[in-house]
């Protein structure tokens, strides 16, 4: 017991570290390809402060901000798919399953159907408001889907049933709104909806990282009482877990946490149902090393859908959020595969 | 309670479940023949209903009223009819099968994959016919479908319930988002996505002969399988014990659902809803016996899909707003009751 408890605390280990390093690596690949190329050594040159004012330019406006991005909603996507596949405990449970991304990009396509206008050159405070309204959406969403399942507490196959229900008459409302829109505006919503890592500067990071960095890492503290929630809910009250208090705080924590991430980048559908599978396969069903695993494979899986997506038919970008599916749909397969 | 007791109340659930089901099946096959009726007379144009009554049985090819009711509104109705009943019990077969209450044919990828398939055909070979796209859809069904399966049964540990639904969800995901770069690349998004939504307009006799031969395969293999089916969605374990085949039982219910959805997203693309929320409401009218859930699935899915129709080409006249958003808006508020009931179990 002892041996086996150590050698999963090794793999738990080696995993981080392994991840960690492909995600340097995969900075510094990012950081050099793009509609302009820049040469690793003049990266490097420019990193240390010795590069030309274009390259600067591109790396620390552009491409860093961005990449950071990538980084904080990838984490951020598979945490609140680990928080909801533990808490609902039902394998499919992803944020999109609870409405949460059809709500946020509800409010996002009503906004640009009434603003139509304003959405041709986005600028200036616009950054901020169309992450506002698909806040609201993931909220209202939320709220909504909790508020109907609720009946003496909250029992999770209800969540579920509720959620698929919400989230139908969502996308009911969304392609209403979508179908009149202007080609423009239509493809711009198809865009934001498939995912898509857009508001790329400086600011908009630091609106959106405290945020972010705080409810990751609040999560991580908070692991231990989902692996109490699993044992069941006889289980669990005997060991003295609240268990409709804990469970209501998880679910809003992950729904705070994608309401954030759609609010930078869209509705990246597969993201939170891949990373935790795929980190729960690797190193187990202990939440504890779960859920770091499962911030840094989301991480490492949209930072390089992120790179792949704005290089492969550049100057044109394929939504990330297309890319994230397509990207990490074979090793998932080949994961459900392998394991039993 | 004795032993014999509970046997008796359990046999008298039982037949009064049976009657239940024979009733709200009896009512809806009314609703659903009222519900033709009322889709051919109302329209653009209103017809009298003595109209539709000569138009079917004095056909006079002279008057245009004769001829909308033969050539678009009739076949229309029937295929709105049909495809409704092919979604809803290929959801529940799915549900059942695979013992998840998310199954539909979306989550399993089978609408993806016709879609896919269909996409592929619009953008490569724009001058493809009726029947060519027919075979297309099929094909992607197929293909989506013998993905999913070869995930399921290659992997170790076997085909359970959860490998085939998250083999599903993946392949789907993988088809859904190649079909929006594709359609995103080729400029021809808005359009795809109206399909996308479910579109009823192109319905014509050709269809409908298609739909009904798809049907006659679909849904007697399902009704064959009923009962196996329901043993089947009490645990792989239980299902073994009893002596069940249960991997013939997978392919035939998963023929079933090939069969079914590749008809239906042919005729009118991907009408999400029906599949995955009808036979939740089934259950909870119903119970948990397939051989009561299957045929009433077809006739809810069938009167709903209808109905929606109806309210498609009547809400924003003369446009047509996508079925799928008028099912959405009929049925969730009456899933969303039924989900806050007790009895949610599959």
């Known amino acids: 017991m002892k041996h086996f408890s150590v050698q999963g605390r090794s793999r738990f280990w080696w995993t981080m570290s392994s991840l960690f390093i492909l995600i340097l690596v995969m900075l510094f690949v990012s950081l050099n390809t793009g509609v302009v190329q820049i040469a690793p050594n003049d990266v490097i040159r420019t990193l240390v402060g010795l590069g030309d004012e274009r390259q600067e330019l591109v790396l620390f406006d ?41 709500g946020a990009g509800l409010a996002v396509v009503v906004y640009i159907f009434f603003f139509q206008s304003s959405m041709a050159s986005i600028s200036g405070l616009g950054v901020y408001i169309l992450p506002l309204f698909a806040l609201i959406g993931a909220f209202t969403a939320a709220i909504l889907v909790y508020f109907l399942a609720w009946k003496k507490g909250v029992n999770p196959v209800r969540l579920i049933l509720v959620g698929i229900g919400v989230n139908a008459g969502f996308s009911a409302a969304l392609i209403v709104f979508q179908i009149k829109m202007n080609p423009q505006d239509f493809t711009k919503a198809l865009v934001w909806l498939s995912g898509d890592i857009w508001g790329s500067s400086w600011s908009f990071v630091l609106a959106l990282l405290p945020w972010i960095v705080a409810l990751i890492i609040y999560s991580l503290y908070k692991s231990p009482v989902i692996n109490i929630l699993n044992l069941g809910e006889q289980m669990a009250v005997g060991l ?40 729960r396969r690797i190193v187990g069903p202990k939440h504890q090393q779960l859920l770091p695993v499962t911030a840094l494979l989301g991480a490492l899986i949209l930072l390089v859908a992120d790179t792949i997506g704005k290089n492969i038919i550049a100057p044109a970008e394929i939504p990330v959020g297309i890319v994230v599916t397509i990207v990490s749909t074979p090793y998932f397969i080949y994961l459900l595969m392998k394991t039993n | 309670m004795t032993l014999s007791e509970l046997e008796k109340s359990h046999i008298e659930g039982l037949t009064s479940r049976f009657f239940r089901a024979a009733i709200i099946f009896i009512c809806g096959v009314a609703a659903l023949i009222v519900s033709i009726g009322l889709s051919v007379t109302l329209g653009v144009t209103d017809i009298k209903l003595a109209t539709v009554w000569q138009a079917v049985f004095v056909f006079d090819p002279e008057l245009t009223n004769h001829q909308v009711i033969r050539e678009l509104r009739l076949p229309r109705a029937i295929g709105a009819a049909l495809i409704g009943s092919f979604l809803a019990v290929s959801g529940a077969v799915m549900q059942g099968l695979t013992r998840n209450p998310l199954a539909s044919p979306s989550i399993m990828g089978v609408s993806h994959g016709a879609a896919f398939a269909l996409i592929i055909a619009l953008i490569f070979f724009p001058a493809v016919t009726n029947l060519g796209m027919t075979f297309a859809s099929f094909a992607g069904a197929g293909i989506a479908v013998i993905l999913v399966f070869a995930v399921g049964s290659f992997s170790k540990g076997g085909l359970t319930p959860v490998k085939l639904a998250l083999a599903g969800v993946a392949v789907g995901g993988m088809l859904s988002s190649l ?79 090939l069969v079914l959805t590749g008809a239906a997203v042919s005729v009118a693309g991907t009408v999400g809803f029906v599949g995955l929320v009808i036979p939740h409401i089934v259950r909870f009218l119903v119970g948990t016996d397939y051989r009561l859930i299957i045929p009433v699935s077809a006739v809810l899915g069938g009167l709903l899909l209808v109905i929606a129709d109806i309210g498609a080409r009547l809400v924003n006249a003369p446009y047509e707003t996508p079925v799928g958003a008028i099912t959405a808006c009929i049925g969730v508020p009456f899933f969303l009751y039924l989900a806050r009931g007790e009895r949610s179990g599959l």
Not at chain 1, 67 to 90: C, D, E, R
């Open chain 1, 62 to 102: 552009f491409r860093l901000p961005r990449m950071v991005l990538a980084l904080l909603v990838g984490a951020g996507f598979g945490i609140s798919g680990a928080i909801l596949q533990g808490v609902t405990k039902n394998e499919l449970a992803d944020p999109g399953i609870l409405g949460i991304n059809t």
């Open chain 1, 240 to 279: 003295g877990a609240r268990v409709e208090r804990e469970r209501r705080f998880l679910l809003l924590l992950a729904v705070a946490i994608a309401g954030l991430c759609v609010a930078a980048a869209g509705g990246i559908a597969f993201l939170g149902l891949v990373a935790p599978h795929i980190a």
């Open chain 2, 179 to 257: 079909s929006s770069a594709f359609s995103l690349h080729f400029q021809v998004a808005k359009q795809m996505s109206f399909w996308y939504a479910g579109d009823l307009s192109g319905t014509n006799w050709l269809s409908v002969q298609l739909l009904l031969g798809a049907g006659v395969v679909g849904l007697l293999l399902a009704l064959i399988i009923s009962r196996a089916v329901t043993i089947l969605s009490l645990g792989e374990e239980v299902s073994k014990g009893l002596g069940q085949n249960t991997l013939v039982v997978k392919t035939l219910g998963v023929i079933v659902v």
